[in-house]
Nanobody, 126 residues
Framework: QVQLVESGGGLVQAGGSLRLSCAAS????????MGWFRQAPGKEREFVAA????????YYADSVKGRFTISRENAKNTVFLQMNSLKPEDTAVYYC???????????????????WGQGTQVTVSS
């Protein structure tokens, strides 16, 4: 099993920044990639960003490209999501997830992630 603990959500004004963190523990040697997803009220959960466990490959949803950056700190098994130029439409619960799939296409769908964090609320006011 892999355990994921997120932190860093909150309330910010439009144009502001937040950094989310996700610490992984347990059987981390089974992880191929880490991802961030979000779910806004009344909407389906959607892919935001993913990073290979080595940190060398990243993927982003078109809606966040150029504004969000995913990164990881190897020594602490921690993944970050730096969110800049936030917009009200970024308001959602953000989830960290860990993928055991070696196929990269799986990293952009929630089906590819068996392990999930508890979620952290991000609210962007206009």
């Amino acid at each position: 099993q892999v355990q994921l603990v997120e932190s860093g959500g909150g309330l910010v004004q439009a144009g502001g920044s937040l950094r989310l963190s996700c610490a992984a523990s347990g059987r981390t040697f089974t992880i191929y990639a880490m991802g961030w997803f979000r779910q806004a009220p009344g909407k389906e959960r959607e892919f935001v960003a993913a990073i290979s466990w080595s940190g060398t490959t990243t993927y982003y949803a078109d809606s966040v490209k150029g504004r969000f950056t995913i990164s990881r700190e190897n020594a602490k098994n921690t993944v970050f999501l730096q969110m800049n130029s936030l917009k009200p439409e970024d308001t959602a619960v953000y989830y960290c997830a860990a993928s055991a799939a070696s196929i990269r296409a799986a990293w952009m769908t929630d089906d590819g992630y068996p392990y999930w964090g508890q979620g952290t609320q991000v609210t962007v006011s206009s």
